[in-house]
């Protein structure tokens, strides 16, 4: 299986900044590489999909880049609602696998 | 609008058995993919199994292949997973996942609210 790991674990950052979080891939993935968001309480929400795409009604401050083994997920300017736990995904075969994920907190 | 009514889960002793349904409306269901994955406690997310649009292709992970099985109805518009010789390492939060596509290449597009399995005597 593919592994993916995402780095940090975990941030803070306070409101404006730009956040940068790492995912990298144990074997080339091409651009197969898809982000979520994850709130408290709630269900993952597709953010990112095929490395650069922004899914329809996700405010354009984020982005995602990348491609072989090495992905970017940025947040331009952070804003309070963005505190969230983030996950990557290839989707590159069977199993897709998910990153351990990283926790976005606001100072 | 995409809306995802998953239902089944509960508390199962070791050795038991579940049947998750997941009904979908908003979207034409014949068209998509369908997959479950979980969340255990620790946080890690784990695609569980797949479908294709037609039923067709099925896929499951390593860690639950030969106990549990997908299936799908599109004159219903409902997924199942029917899980067997369910394991205290099972216990999760399920999610009911529409594809963006109809089938393999997974991007999880739309998510059910959740269903909790726990596995425990």
């Known amino acids: 299986d593919i592994q993916m790991t995402q780095s940090p674990s975990s941030l803070s950052a306070s409101v404006g900044d730009r956040v940068t979080i790492t995912c990298r891939a144990s074997?080339?993935?091409?651009?197969?590489l898809n982000w979520y968001q994850q709130k408290p309480g709630k269900a993952p929400n597709l953010l990112i999909y095929?490395?650069?795409n922004l899914q329809s009604g996700v405010p354009s401050r984020f982005s995602g880049s990348g491609s072989g083994t090495d992905f970017t997920l940025t947040i331009s300017s952070l804003q309070p609602e963005d505190s969230a736990t983030y996950y990557c995904q290839h989707r590159s075969g069977t199993p897709p696998t998910f990153g351990q994920g990283t926790k976005v907190e606001i100072k | 609008e995409v809306f995802l009514l998953e239902s089944g889960g509960s508390l199962v002793q070791p050795g038991g058995s579940l049947r998750l349904s997941c009904e979908a409306s908003g979207f034409t269901f014949s068209n998509f993919a369908m997959s479950w994955v979980r969340q255990g406690p620790e946080k890690r997310l784990e695609w569980v199994s797949g479908?294709?649009?037609?039923?067709?292709?099925?896929y499951y992970a390593d860690s639950v292949r030969g106990r549990f099985t997908i299936s799908r109805d599109n004159s219903r518009n409902t997924v199942f997973l029917q899980m067997n010789s369910l394991r205290d390492e099972d216990t999760a939060v399920y999610y009911c996942?529409?594809?963006?596509?109809?089938?393999?290449?997974?991007?999880?597009?739309?998510w059910g609210q959740g269903n909790l399995v726990t596995v425990s005597s």
């Open positions: 074997q080339t993935i091409g651009n197969h």
């Open positions: 479908i294709s649009n037609s039923g067709y292709s099925k």
């Open positions: 996942v529409k594809e963006m596509g109809a089938h393999g290449e997974p991007v999880f597009e739309y």
């Open positions: 095929v490395a650069s």
